[in-house]
């Protein structure tokens, strides 16, 4: 017999405090919603548990891992090593941090279906409390919508709860993934009508939502027809994209230095859209101890994420001297401890061994090379206004509406680029240089694994999976091969937790 959901909520930390609250369990108490004091408390909460170790640091490991850009250190450092072998690889399996990001995700969901049922909308606001209790319930629409699209992308057809589980009804069947979508539109579109700012600074506005809605359309618009929520033809769909895209365009400004949004410094910039709190929401984040290279500075750092060479090696060739390589990858640093310097590809191209044969992953690094805290405080952006005009290029190319080379040439001015070639070529040839785009300004930030999807298993075949298995520098010893199943790379398995202790799924 199966164990009760409930079991395995309470120890997700459904239940659990959140910060400034003194109920127990808060997020079930009716009355939190009723004073503004308390509501922002949960408000804050929602987004908090997008920051827990689960549905941050275990959720990015996952989702970068799944993308087939990286490989990893983490339990040994070869190309055999579990996650190497498994989800690095994309031939993924029930394992613990997929499984972590499944809990973390829908913990989002549970808080958000709290605030979406025990906060009280007013059609036309007067008051200050009414537009912040309207702005609450925005929120959580749009943080239903969110967890719900990261979701659907990574495993499919998932249960869709819209509620807290009643006493004794804590099973919940599988909905199709069409079903899903509908849901996420409908949140977002919500979200969008509902946010007006009144919860302050440090709090998505109304934009992410119009963004986050783009990228529902984007990802319809490409999808198969079962798929769609309603049968719109390709144009009709990356039309609505456009639209709610050029609701956020010219709204946010993006900063000079491209290297800055990767520090403490530069947080909560004119660019970000979407950024998580991590020095108010986080308790101990381990970003930067997972993701900082070892000895890069003082404490304990495991530097869990490298780039595939062969990456490395494309964005350098379509754009030598970008300076986005500086702030994208680490290859060459003099340890703090002994001073020795390690050199790992391209400062090392011999790659003579697993350990030096790709660069690391830098924008999640710590770069205070002083500082001997492992843990760290540094703000996550989510969404940000380079990727906007990115978006924004792409569906302009579907549309053949002539602004597509503009979007584009605005990304890369900041960096002192001219577009590459095959950016002035024609549809198709923009098409494939714009997922290019993408991943040189974006790599690693939380949308590869879904964006190298969103066109179907053969694109991510012939853009993805064949360039890396095919590359001239590629050597079995130090690089993974990558899987070309369609059974095994476009979807996670349930995870086994969820099959325990759900009585009406079975896989």
């Not at 930067?288 to 060479?309: C, D, E, I, M």
Request: aromatic content about 12%; charged content about 20%; overall charge negative.
């Amino acid at each position: 017999m199966k164990f009760t959901k409930l079991i395995f909520l309470l120890s997700l930390g459904l239940l659990a405090q959140t910060c400034n609250l003194d109920e127990d369990p808060p997020f079930l108490d009716d009355t939190i919603y009723s004073t503004p004091q308390s509501a922002m408390a949960a408000l804050r909460g929602i987004y908090q548990s997008l920051t827990t170790y689960g549905a941050q640091e275990q959720r990015f490991f996952v989702i970068n891992g799944f993308s087939g850009h990286f490989n990893t250190r983490k339990n040994g450092g070869n190309v055999s090593n579990v996650n190497n072998a498994n989800l690095f690889s994309l031939c993924p399996i029930q394992d613990r941090d997929a499984e972590s990001t499944w809990g973390g995700l829908y913990q989002v969901v549970a808080r958000a279906n709290a605030a979406i049922a025990g906060t009280e909308v007013v059609d036309n606001p007067v008051t200050n409390d009414e537009r912040l209790f309207n702005d609450i319930a925005g929120h959580a629409h749009f943080m239903r919508a969110y967890a719900y699209f990261s979701l659907v992308r990574l495993w499919g057809d998932i249960p869709l709860w819209l509620q807290l589980p009643a006493t004794g009804q804590t099973d919940k069947a599988k909905s199709p993934a069409r079903e899903v979508y509908a849901q996420i539109i409908q949140d977002a579109g919500r979200a969008a009508e509902l946010m007006n700012s009144s919860a302050g600074s440090g709090f998505p506005r109304a934009e992410a939502a119009s963004m986050l809605l783009a990228k529902v359309y984007m990802t319809m618009a490409t999808a198969p027809v079962d798929l769609r929520v309603t049968p719109l033809a390709d144009e009709a769909y990356w039309q609505l994209a456009y639209d709610e895209a050029k609701k956020v365009y010219g709204e946010y400004q993006l900063v000079q230095d491209y290297g800055s949004l990767f520090t403490v410094a530069g947080e909560n910039s004119t660019e970000s859209i979407f950024e998580l709190q991590i020095s108010q929401d986080a308790a101990n984040s381990q970003m930067g101890r997972n993701y900082t290279p070892a000895k890069y500075k003082p404490a304990q750092h495991f530097g869990w994420f490298s780039v595939h060479a062969g990456f490395y090696d494309q964005h350098a060739a379509t754009y030598p001297g970008d300076p986005r390589l500086e702030a994208t990858y680490l290859y060459e640093y003099d340890r703090v401890d002994n001073g020795a310097t390690v050199r790992v590809y391209p400062a090392n191209e011999n790659r003579s061994s697993y350990g030096n044969a790709h660069p690391f992953f830098f924008k999640f690094a710590e770069k205070d090379r002083t500082s001997t805290n492992q843990y760290g405080s540094q703000n996550i952006v989510v969404y940000r206004y380079a990727e906007l005009l990115l978006m924004l290029a792409e569906i302009s190319n579907e549309l053949q509406n002539g602004e597509q080379l503009g979007y584009v040439t605005e990304v890369l001015d900041r960096s002192g680029l001219q577009p590459q070639a095959s950016l002035l070529g024609d549809q198709a040839a923009f098409r494939d240089a714009i997922m290019d785009e993408y991943r040189f300004e974006l790599l690693g930030e939380g949308e590869d694994a879904h964006r190298n999807r969103r066109r179907g298993f053969q694109f991510f075949l012939d853009d993805v999976i064949l360039p890396h298995n095919n590359h001239p520098l590629f050597d079995p010893n130090v690089d993974l091969k990558l899987s070309t199943d369609p059974e095994k790379v476009m979807l996670l398995p349930i995870p086994q937790s969820e099959i325990n202790t759900n009585q009406l799924i079975n896989g």
